[in-house]
């Protein structure tokens, strides 16, 4: 591949993924963040009129727990609809009558469902870190990891939801999307707890299943930086990184294998 | 944060109508059948109630983690019961919060116990995990308003009272307000063992004044013998037992040896194996036992 090619293809993405971001502005979707961050500072003001000492370790655990929260679901309602909209509106005619090729279209919105949810995820921890800092509250170092956790598992979640998005209806992918990305630290426990009174092929079809769906409660150090503890060693952040992008490519490629193949 | 908010107003709220909601629906003692089927009737008052029983229990959950540093606890499985294969869960001998572990174990398994390799390496550093072995209790600034939002949620939420006076009884400064905590709960809670129980290790511990103890103590092997042993949760047993033996070490320290010795006595009757009991009469046990006179409040 030429220098040429490869400058054409990012010029590509960014314009697809630019124009993801203005149709998610024009559609207003940054104002629900904007106003569940005015709930969330005025709330911020009030607790701070009331007086929170001793309950540091309380208003962190659900500070975090609410960026964690907004941030997943803004990033699967961005995701979901990029390709269905473009279908059903029949604007992906024009798209692919220009020199792009299907992945291109996929990997442009991908791009963009990640930026947006990015900055939605910016919006909420500056926000969050803002309130806990007038209450005289810091998280400690730990706080930048986890946001890079955080940026990680967002790449993960829109590359799957836009794969689920071709592979089923818009709810039915909100649905799942949201079942794998916030139930999947009760899926992990769950199979630790069956595993061991479990048969040998019941132990076989867990590790399988274990092994192969998305852990994206890995990325979560909420907990970690709430309850004060320690930064983690780097070769955890190493792994995770490859962890996410070995999950988001096979996903986009397979979302790219089902658009090819797709009648439009 | 606006989930937190959002938490403390309705705590708030809630504690207010707690108190006015009658009948109140958790953790009661003593209610009639005319009582129970009229509680079970009020629609609204039950709803209420379980909203309050549930945000308090969520509450304990959250002050339960935050003692552990974020380290999420499981009760073990039949499986891990009989085989014994299972991390181990207990309290460092020295920890001053009387928190009892029993067939517990961590949800993330230690590298040993896990089959899952990198991924279980990887949890354990990203999920809060230690030993829990001989652990020892966080701070207990951290917890107390949490204590004190479960109790203003659900007051006949006793084991909130009863960690919550241990908590802040760590620091002497605060005895006075673990007192009134503790008396709160025996206000919303009259019929009570283990707040009863927590009143005479307060006054004979802490406070050195046997005396004043004593009734409390007293109330509470009454109310404990008042019941048929068979309703009695754990915690209420327990506490009957060192009602028992708190009594005795009570009176062994007040010189009132006499009635330490009936103590003793009675305390073996019900249970045959205490060794604190046990232990007492082989010390002391030459002498005449005394006449029980329950003594009266001061």
């Known amino acids: ?264 | 944060m606006a989930a937190a908010f959002l938490l403390v107003v309705l705590l708030g709220a809630g504690g207010v109508l707690a108190q006015r909601v009658q009948p109140a629906v958790s953790e009661l003692n003593g209610l009639t059948a005319a009582q129970q089927e009229r509680l079970e009737k009020v629609a609204s008052a039950s709803l209420f109630g379980q909203f309050r029983t549930s945000l308090s229990d969520y509450l304990w959950l959250k002050a339960d983690k935050y003692m552990h540093r974020g380290v999420d606890l499981r009760g073990l499985t039949d499986q891990e019961k009989r085989t014994n294969d299972a991390d181990g869960v207990s309290t460092h001998p020295d920890d001053p919060v009387k928190m009892k572990h029993t067939e517990e174990t961590t949800v993330v398994p230690s590298r040993e116990r896990d089959w899952r390799g990198h991924l279980g390496d990887i949890e354990r550093e990203v999920t809060p995990y230690m030993d829990m072995n001989n652990h020892g209790h966080g701070e207990a600034r951290e917890t107390l308003p949490l204590f004190r939002l479960m109790t203003w949620s659900n007051p006949h939420f006793i084991r909130g009272y009863v960690i919550g006076w241990n908590l802040m009884a760590q620091d002497p400064k605060h005895l006075g307000d673990a007192e009134a905590f503790l008396r709160e709960g025996e206000a919303n809670n009259p019929q009570s063992i283990e707040i009863q129980n927590e009143l005479g290790i307060l006054y004979t511990v802490r406070k050195k004044e046997y005396d004043r103890a004593m009734p409390y103590l007293y109330q509470a092997i009454q109310l404990a013998e008042a019941r048929d042993p068979s309703t009695l949760n754990e915690d209420e047993g327990e506490a009957w037992k060192h009602a028992y033996r708190w009594a005795v070490l009570n009176r062994r320290d007040a010189g009132d040896q006499p009635t330490a010795r009936t103590l003793a006595a009675q305390c073996l009757k019900r249970f045959p194996e205490d060794v604190v009991c046990t232990g007492y009469l082989k010390q002391y046990g030459h002498g005449a036992p005394a006449a029980l006179k329950p003594p009266l409040r001061q």
């Open chain 1, 1 to 264: 591949m030429s220098a040429e090619s490869i400058r054409r293809k990012l010029m590509i993405w960014r314009s697809l993924a630019f124009a993801a971001i203005l149709e998610s502005v024009r559609r207003k979707d940054l104002y629900v963040a904007v106003i569940l961050a005015g709930l969330m500072i005025a709330a911020a003001a009030l607790m701070g009129k009331f007086g929170v000492q001793g309950l540091e370790m309380f208003l962190k655990d659900v500070t975090l727990n609410v960026i964690n929260l907004f941030s997943v679901l803004l990033a699967i309602l961005f995701a979901a609809r990029q390709i269905p909209e473009e279908l059903t509106r029949r604007t992906v005619y024009p798209l692919l009558a220009r020199p792009i090729s299907r992945f291109d279209l996929i990997f442009g919105k991908f791009l963009g469902a990640f930026l947006m949810s990015s900055l939605g995820l910016i919006l909420f921890a500056a926000i969050g870190v803002g309130a806990l800092a007038c209450l005289g509250l810091s998280l400690g170092s730990i706080f930048w990891q986890y946001l890079l956790l955080r940026f990680l598992s967002l790449a993960l979640i829109c590359a799957m939801s836009v794969m689920l998005s071709l592979l089923m209806t818009p709810s039915a992918t909100v649905t799942l999307a949201i079942l794998l990305a916030i139930g999947s630290q009760t899926f992990s426990q769950a199979i630790l707890l069956a595993y061991g009174p479990a048969s040998e092929t019941g132990k076989g079809l867990m590790r399988v299943s274990y092994y192969v769906l998305p852990h994206l409660d890995l990325f979560d150090l909420s907990k970690k930086v709430g309850y004060g503890w320690k930064p983690i060693d780097a070769w955890v952040l190493r792994d995770l990184f490859l962890y996410a992008m070995a999950y988001t490519i096979v996903f986009l490629l397979v979302a790219a294998l089902r658009f090819r193949r797709q009648t439009i």
